[in-house]
């Protein structure tokens, strides 16, 4: 059994659209948006829990809303400590793509996210290779790139650090898992609240680490009970 602990409570605001979703929903759900503007990052105390050790996924929706490129890669979270980066999402400037970072290595994959809807991302680490979906379509494959094992200073969701790379527009439904979710799950499961007890529970759940609640201003670490 998994029991939900608050750890942060930060600004949030704002309302944003979401597409029609591929897979089956349950239609009471409505996902948690966070809205940035770009001085409003989140920070979260560094967690163990938080640390992708040998497999996991990290599953978001994202709507990036500057016009013009700011100069920089605005970071939709980041995991990173004094020896460096453990994860890191960011969407480019141009707002073309998707740059994962871990380490000292950078990863680059090709997306149009110009059209100001809300798309789906979830980023799946297998330990020697990692997925990026967009949309329910695998958009890039890079092997033998991997998430690190590093200390953590801390987690950020809009921002590198609290000040660096801060992100402008909607974040929802953020979700990290310390196991590779099936591709199938993650589709079948993007839209409905994965923390409901129900028939239908989520098959990884006791994977879960973190969820966001941005309706609610908190995000959660997952336990064991």
Not at 82 to 94: C, F, H, N, W
Not at 150 to 163: E, M, N
Request: charged share 20%; aromatic share 12%.
């Amino acid at each position: 059994m998994l029991v939900l602990r608050i750890i942060f409570l930060v600004i949030v605001g704002g309302i944003a659209t979401l597409p029609a979703v591929q897979a089956e929903q349950k239609p009471a759900y409505i996902p948690d948006i966070a809205e940035f503007d770009g001085t409003n990052g989140i920070a979260i105390a560094p967690d163990p829990a938080l640390t992708i050790q040998d497999t996991g996924t990290i599953e978001f929706w994202v709507t990036p809303e500057w016009k013009q490129d700011p100069g920089y890669d605005p970071v939709v979270l980041s995991n990173a400590g004094p020896d460096g980066v453990l994860y890191l999402v960011s969407i480019l400037g141009d707002r073309n793509g998707i740059e994962l970072a871990a380490g000292d290595r950078s990863v680059y994959a090709a997306f149009d996210f110009t059209d100001d809807k809300m798309h789906y991302v979830a980023i799946s680490d297998y330990g020697d290779e990692t997925f990026v979906y967009v949309d329910a379509k695998l958009i890039a494959r890079f092997s033998g790139f991997s998430f690190e094992d590093l200390p953590s200073a801390g987690f950020w969701i809009g921002t590198g650090d609290g000040v660096s790379a801060p992100f402008k527009g909607a974040i929802a439904a953020l979700r990290i898992w310390n196991y590779a979710i099936e591709p199938e799950d993650l589709i079948t499961y993007s839209l409905r609240d994965v923390t409901a007890e129900a028939e239908d529970e989520h098959p990884g759940i006791d994977y879960l680490q973190g969820i966001s609640d941005f309706n609610n201003r908190q995000f959660y670490i997952a336990e064991e009970n």
